[in-house]
Nanobody
Framework: QVQLVESGGGLVQPGGSLRLSCAAS????????MGWYRQVPGKQLELVAF???????NYADSVKGRFTISRDNARNTVYLQMDSLKPEDTAVYYC?????????WGQGTQVFVSS
């Protein structure tokens, strides 16, 4: 079925930048929404950003003005450009894709922001 492969996580200093990517394969013609969630151990999974096939976007208030989500429909790939990173952005970031009948998760990628 649909597979999501993430890349781009790592260690960065406060104020630095990272770009995450997530590529969908399989029955990706059915995908209409793609985005990113993140989770810190012991805390709730939270929506970071989401984008639809017509490029409508949604962002968590905590990342507005710092993160930018974009999508390449031809490659079925979603990106998350993260600028001005803060220690509180440290989390495992999970890619999410949705169709009209199902949702799919990526494997997760670790982002660690520390000096």
């Amino acid at each position: 079925q649909v597979q999501l492969v993430e890349s781009g996580g790592g260690l960065v200093q406060p104020g630095g930048s990272l770009r995450l990517s997530c590529a969908a394969s399989g029955s990706s013609f059915s995908i209409y929404g793609m985005g990113w969630y993140r989770q810190v151990p012991g805390k709730q999974l939270e929506l970071v950003a989401f984008i639809t096939s017509d490029h409508t976007t949604n962002y968590a208030d905590s990342v507005k003005g710092r993160f930018t989500i974009s999508r390449d429909n031809a490659r079925n790939t979603v990106y998350l450009q993260m600028d001005s990173l803060k220690p509180e952005d440290t989390a495992v970031y999970y890619c999410r894709a949705t169709s009209r009948v199902a949702g799919y998760w990526g494997q997760g990628t670790q982002v660690f922001v520390s000096s």
